[in-house]
């Protein structure tokens, strides 16, 4: 279970109080590494997101033997993390905010298994969020019971070279 993450951004404070409003959560600031923040969920997962300014990069044992922080500024505009994360807000809360702060959202069917909401912080980073309806429909797809059908049909699929 993923209990928080960190991603870079270009205004850590404005994207960890918009994301607190769509996980009606609290923003808290990071002291570790100054201009962060976290958003806390507040949910029984003990779910956050860490929002450090954009080009920072982690590096191991810099801080006694813990990981450190450096900035590197010729980062790329898009990246490839991304992460599925339940939210107790549904589809139109999540389309009016996203519509509010200029975000991109769309709604989306991965390949007829489950759906999520596509929600592109700053028009840069994408989070695919699962109001609880979709939730419910994820954690079936990747149920233990499920699993083995869900790897024979993607094992089946042959990758293209």
């Given at each position: 279970m993923?209990?928080?993450?960190?991603?870079s951004v270009n205004n850590p404070l404005h994207v960890a109080k918009v994301l607190a409003e769509v996980f009606r959560g609290k923003v808290v600031p990071f002291p570790p590494h100054p201009g962060s923040y976290m958003m806390l969920?507040?949910?029984k997962f003990g779910t956050a997101i860490e929002l450090y300014p954009i080009g920072t990069e982690l590096i191991p044992n810099a801080n006694q033997?813990?990981?450190?922080f450096q900035l590197d500024r010729q980062t790329s505009y898009y990246i490839?993390?991304?992460?599925?994360?339940?939210?107790?807000?549904?589809?139109?809360?999540?389309?009016?905010i996203?519509?509010?702060?200029g975000w991109q959202v769309f709604?989306?069917?991965?390949d007829g298994l489950f759906d999520v909401v596509e929600f592109w912080v700053e028009n840069r980073l994408m989070l695919e969020l699962l109001t609880p309806a979709m939730a419910s429909k994820y954690l079936e797809c990747f149920s233990p019971e499920n699993?083995?059908?869900?790897?024979?049909?993607?094992?089946?699929?042959?990758?293209?070279?």
């Open positions: 993923l209990h928080h993450i960190s991603i969920a507040r949910d033997g813990q990981a450190g490839p993390f991304h992460a599925a994360i339940s939210v107790p807000a549904n589809l139109e809360e999540i389309e009016r996203g519509v509010r702060f709604p989306c069917n991965r699993l083995p059908a869900l790897i024979e049909q993607f094992s089946s699929i042959e990758s293209p070279n």
